[in-house]
């Protein structure tokens, strides 16, 4: 069943009639409702495009959380064969809220890392909602390590709120976890590719995502900050979110202008939950030729592009 969001109201009355006639024809084989069905879908079609034409930063962050988007999990079991999970820090636990391991990618043997949500409430719970603690980022830590010490390509998919705030969290060194593994990532003799495909929170994001290429769909955002919690630090009112969202410049265009993702990915008309099939396929084309591109590079020239990225980020948007 389809879930709409708030600003897809008109769309979804339409969708919904058109499915209540398919639904009476099902019931009563005589009745021909071929034609108004087809002139609802198309009213429909006409609807989405509308919407989705000129999106506010505010609806893309609503397209970027839908709970029906593709997640990890469902990029992994489609572009990445022999998957072996590695579970755990060495330290404290295993966070399932990271899911990472050694697999092969389009015959290439690499090491992908990504956040999981999941995708009911059992799953939602066990995954923390993409959130994840210490000992997520010291897990992705050591499978960096482990893809530099054999020379493997690391690919990582970002999908989170930001790194989880709870007390048990900090008392484990979640900002040094953090900082250690954007550090890890700066450090890799190997190619580091990231793509976002839904939200990229804060320092829980770029602790996965300080790589060599940053690849973004198209209605995926990244940001320091949510816009809720924006708009309640400098308005001490998180129901201006929506002012906030527009000021953060959280968008993959946005983002792509300042020099901090390198591609967008397009999406289908209405946002990759619309079309997951679609929408991975595009992802591991953009993968495959970010690994191309970086393919042959020494561990040098590696590090140095990945550290003149960053240090020139933002420079392409304030020139413009």
Request: aromatic share 6%; proline share 4%; with cysteine.
């Amino acid at each position: 069943m389809t879930q709409y969001l708030d600003f897809e109201k008109p769309l979804a009355e339409i969708e919904g009639k058109a499915e209540e006639l398919r639904a009476l024809a099902r019931s009563n084989e005589e009745m021909d409702v071929a034609d108004e069905a087809a002139a609802l879908d198309q009213k429909a079609h006409t609807i989405l495009e509308d919407l989705y034409k000129d999106l506010t930063a505010w609806r893309k962050c609503q397209v970027a959380r839908h709970p029906d988007r593709p997640h990890c999990r469902d990029y992994i079991e489609t572009l990445f064969e022999e998957y072996t999970p590695l579970a755990g820090d060495r330290n404290f636990a295993d966070d399932h809220a990271v899911m990472g391991g050694l697999s092969r990618f389009r015959g290439t043997p690499v090491v992908v890392i990504g956040h999981e949500k999941g995708s009911d409430t059992t799953s939602r719970i066990e995954r923390n909602f993409g959130m994840a603690r210490p000992e997520g980022y010291r897990k992705a830590i050591r499978l960096m390590r482990l893809a530099d010490q054999f020379g493997l390509p690391v690919v990582t998919l970002v999908d989170t709120p930001g790194a989880y705030p709870g007390k048990g969290a900090e008392e484990r060194g979640q900002s040094e976890a953090i900082a250690r593994s954007t550090q890890a990532c700066l450090q890799l003799g190997v190619p580091l590719i990231s793509v976002i495909i839904g939200e990229g929170g804060s320092g829980g994001a770029v602790a996965f995502a300080t790589a060599n290429r940053v690849a973004m769909l198209e209605h995926s955002v990244y940001s320091v900050i949510s816009p809720e919690g924006c708009a309640s630090i400098l308005w001490k009112d998180a129901e201006k979110m929506r002012e906030a969202a527009q000021a953060l410049r959280l968008t993959a265009q946005d983002l792509y202008q300042l020099g901090v993702a390198d591609q967008v990915i397009s999406e289908p008309l209405g946002g990759a939950h619309r079309d997951q099939t679609g929408t991975i396929e595009a992802v591991g084309q953009a993968i495959s030729d970010m690994l191309e591109e970086l393919s042959g590079k020494s561990a040098e020239d590696l590090v140095k592009q990945r550290r003149e990225k960053f240090l020139s980020m933002g420079k392409r948007g304030l020139a413009a």
